[in-house]
């Protein structure tokens, strides 16, 4: 059975940090791409942060160089670190991971409220 399990979502103030992990179980977690997407009501679900099985990493301008999505292949675990949060980074954050045999799985969610 596979699990892809999120943590560390919060409120936190604009200008603060936070820790997302994602500890994945029942994949060969190597082999996998993963990604961190977030989404607000009515919104559709955007990519934030990805990492291939290789290291490569990706961001979209809107977070660049206050994100920074790392993994752990010992742990199956991936993490999004964030920082200088602004009221917009307020989402839903969801981990995802999917390979070359077009297996893709999801989370169930973590929220992150940036607000004063």
């Known amino acids: 059975q596979v699990q892809l399990v999120e943590s560390g979502g919060d409120l936190v103030q604009p200008g603060g940090s936070l820790r997302l992990s994602c500890a994945a179980s029942?994949?060969?977690?190597?082999?996998?791409?993963m990604g961190w997407y977030r989404q607000t009501p009515g919104k559709e679900r955007e990519l934030v942060a990805s990492?291939?099985?290789?290291?490569?990493?990706k961001y979209p301008d809107s977070v660049k160089g206050r994100f920074t999505i790392a993994r752990d292949n010992v742990k199956s675990t991936v993490y999004l670190q964030m920082n200088n949060l602004k009221p917009e980074d307020t989402a839903a954050y969801y981990c995802?991971?999917?390979?070359?045999?077009?297996?893709?799985?999801w989370g169930q969610g973590t929220q992150v409220t940036v607000s004063s």
């Open positions: 990492i291939t099985k290789d290291g490569i990493t």
């Open positions: 029942g994949i060969i977690f190597s082999i996998y791409d």
């Open positions: 995802n991971a999917a390979n070359q045999y077009w297996e893709n799985y």
